[in-house]
């Protein structure tokens, strides 16, 4: 089934970025943004723009959506509630789901309320989306790369691989598509947490023989070792390679949970530490480090409450570099 008609929930730098691409190669009518009534109205009034254009695809209340061919999601994790209410005036029996939430989880919280039928397993990586105040700006638009859930139906894939190519979204199938979530969740596991913890940036969590790189490279091993007893072939290369990409960045970078930080904001440590430590007493593994990065990060969230509650965000509205490839 041609896909026509697509929902975006969550209009930060990742929604912004594929969302303004998909309307300039698709047309006007193609895609929209729809959030929840109380958030739509907090955000009234707002125009956003992107590398300095403003915003031309609209945004619908979710009271007043109707079922598309695709739902998009593209929010941080502890959004996740929120939008999967939100979701259930888009899905109709064919609607297809692509999430781009990081970790490996959205999926299945997904799957638990819409079926796998129509869910494909996704990731996205490698750009450079910069989101300040209300303007976006980027260089690189990066890629989705998804592929089929064992309960995917067959042409689900084909269908949303056709929407992306027309769209102009760079996109790669991939045949083992959850080892590829899991090499991206073993980094964000290492880099996000530890420049969190520590306040640290790309630079000090690489720096060899650092205590942030010994958190950063064992926090990692831990993650691959779930993923390898969860039967998926995650290597020592692979975590080789992840520190190496690190260490290449702009050194006073920062991933965007150690930005959570300075923005005392909401973070995914459910979806890092929290999925290693889950999935690690299921297999009778220790993962100190992970314990440790999790219960200092849940402190540190403990203080930014105590101060003034922030709600779940709906996207990033700062730096957002994605460094996983």
């Known amino acids: 089934m041609a896909i026509e008609r697509v929902a975006i929930i969550g209009r930060g730098a990742v929604g912004l970025l594929y969302g303004t691409i998909a309307e300039k190669n698709l047309g006007p009518g193609s895609v929209e943004y729809v959030m929840d009534d109380a958030r739509l109205a907090r955000h009234a009034g707002e125009t956003p723009t992107v590398n300095g254009e403003p915003l031309r695809v609209p945004t619908v209340p979710a009271s007043e959506a109707a079922p598309v061919d695709l739902v998009i999601l593209a929010i941080k994790a502890p959004g996740m509630p929120v939008a999967l209410d ?58 989705v790369r998804f592929g089929a859930a064992p309960g995917t139906a067959a042409g689900v894939v084909e ?85 190496a990409l690190i260490a290449s960045l702009d050194p006073d970078g920062m991933p965007s949970m150690a930005q959570d930080r300075v923005n005392e904001k909401p973070t995914e440590v459910e979806e890092f530490s929290g999925t290693v430590i889950r999935l690690a007493e299921k297999h009778g593994l220790l993962v100190p480090t992970n314990r440790w990065l999790y219960e200092r990060i849940r402190a540190i969230e403990a203080g930014f409450r105590a101060q003034a509650p922030a709600p779940a965000d709906d996207g990033a509205r700062y730096r957002s570099t994605d460094a996983a490839m």
Request: glycine share 10%; net charge negative; charged share 20%.
């Open 159 to 243: 269908d949303v691989a056709d929407f992306y190519a027309r769209a102009g979204i760079p996109h790669v199938v991939e045949a083992d598509i959850r080892r590829r979530m899991w090499v991206k969740l073993m980094l964000n596991v290492g880099i996000n947490q530890t420049c969190m913890v520590y306040g640290g940036t790309y630079g000090s969590a690489s720096e060899p023989g650092s205590e942030q790189n010994r958190c950063f490279v064992a926090a990692m091993r831990e993650a691959l070792a779930v993923a390898r007893a969860e039967g998926v072939d995650v290597t020592e290369v692979d975590l080789a390679q992840m520190a």
């Open 86 to 143: 939100t979701m259930e005036r888009l899905v109709g029996p064919h609607t297809a789901i692509a999430s781009l939430v990081n970790g490996v989880t959205s999926e299945e919280r997904i799957a638990e309320r819409f079926g796998w039928e129509r869910t494909v397993l996704s990731v996205a990586q490698g750009m450079d989306a910069v989101f300040i105040g209300d303007d976006m700006t980027y260089a690189h638009p990066g890629e």
